[in-house]
């Protein structure tokens, strides 16, 4: 069976990004929220080079490289806030599936934005989402 390379991508994520949960927890029972947030941009910028070994980085136009920077900025203020939520106390066992649903923003502004129709089992899917944070926090 051949998976499609995004699908591939999808599962790093998630491998990755669950890891990252507990690190983010543990990083922040001993540092703060502020110096947790400069050590993920070291990470960053560590993994860049080996990611991204072309030099055409500002190859691409304005309001694209303005989208990127955009989504590096949006991405910095959640870090911060989930270290925050982390170290003022938040279990990682609720915070970080909490925060994990971000993607119910992207769900409902998608049909604004790009145009994409939602279909009736994703909205099922936001629902279950939804109940699902109820149950976690209970």
């Not at 994409?116 to 976690?136: D, F, N, P, W, Y």
Request: charged share 5%; aromatic share 12%; with cysteine.
């Amino acid at each position: 069976m051949h998976f499609p390379p995004w699908l591939w991508y999808s599962a790093i994520t998630v491998l990755a990004w669950g890891v990252v949960g507990l690190l983010q927890k543990l990083s922040t029972n001993h540092i703060s929220a502020e110096s947790s947030l400069i050590w993920l941009v070291v990470g960053f910028l560590v993994l860049e080079p080996l990611l991204y070994p072309g030099s055409a980085l500002f190859h691409y136009s304005g309001w694209n490289l303005t989208w990127a920077l955009l989504s590096g900025v949006l991405n910095a203020l959640g870090a911060w806030a989930l270290f925050a939520a982390l170290k003022s106390g938040g279990k990682a066992s609720i915070v970080a599936p909490l925060t994990a649903l971000y993607p119910l923003v992207v769900i409902m502004l998608v049909p604004f934005v790009l145009h994409e129709s939602i279909t009736r089992l994703q909205g099922v899917g936001v629902v279950c989402a939804l109940i699902a944070v109820v149950l976690l926090s209970a």
